[in-house]
């Protein structure tokens, strides 16, 4: 599947307009380059919940076939989104997504789309990463991370998909989230690439090339300088405005 829209690309403005401005809302940039969702803010507003809620359900009868490919691709990835942040304001305050649980929530946590009840992991798993074959699905979504790619200060939408997901990579890789040259000159990557290398091209070498593909030049000419990761590094803590003291 393609994710650049075409001349016939209808508008799925209308569609994700309540979760954009949720997004306009709680989701500030930081000068860390961290882009973090204010929980207890979203938490205490009882129409806004709300609206998180009717946004969520407005796809459990939705027929994606009439949907095109890029606007599928944007209603899961954001649905996903939407479904995140839903599971961590019920649990809130918490320290992390994966807080009370062995492993984590994604398997646990459903909503239903199209008719069919999805949870997180099937979302991800078996829709985005499976139906469009992108390494780019992993900048779309986000799980509430720290060290996850940002969640974005607007939805995804089907007519510039292909662009913002190019600078959400764009913006990922040249952040020490995702790439830190060390001392020696190896790298430290995000531990994503290690998760899901076969979706960078099932090496090193592919993840290499991938960050290649998005560095900008003065990182790019180190990465390329000895090509070798040497480390990979992941925090799971919560993508908040503030820390918090729950568990």
């Known amino acids: 599947m393609t994710l650049a829209a075409g001349s016939a690309a209808a508008d799925d403005t209308d569609l994700h307009k309540p979760w954009d401005d949720l997004l306009g809302t709680y989701v500030s940039e930081h000068e860390d380059g961290v882009n973090r969702f204010d929980y207890g803010a979203l938490k205490s507003n009882a129409d806004d919940v709300a609206k998180l809620d009717i946004y969520l359900d407005a796809f459990a009868d939705l027929d994606f076939d009439t949907l095109t490919e890029p606007e599928q691709f944007a209603a899961y990835s954001n649905v996903y989104n939407a479904l995140t942040v839903k599971h961590i304001i019920g649990r809130y305050p918490t320290k992390s997504i994966r807080s009370g649980y062995i492993v984590g929530p994604w398997k646990r946590v459903f909503t239903t789309i199209d008719g069919e009840e999805r949870s997180l992991d099937a979302i991800e798993h078996e829709i985005l990463r499976v139906e469009w074959d992108d390494p780019r699905v992993h900048y779309a979504i986000n799980c509430a991370a720290y060290s996850c790619p940002n969640i974005q200060t607007d939805a995804w ?91």
């Open 157 to 247: 939408f089907a007519e510039t998909l292909d662009e913002d997901l190019d600078r959400a990579a764009r913006e990922y890789v040249n952040d020490p989230r995702g790439v830190t040259v060390r001392r020696n000159g190896t790298l430290q990557v995000s531990t994503i690439y290690k998760w899901f290398r076969e979706d960078f091209g099932g090496s090193n070498d592919g993840v290499i090339d991938h960050l290649l593909e998005h560095a900008e030049p003065e990182l790019a000419a180190q990465i390329e300088a000895k090509r070798r990761i040497t480390k990979h590094e992941y925090d799971w803590a919560l993508n908040d405005v503030e820390p918090t003291t729950g568990s």
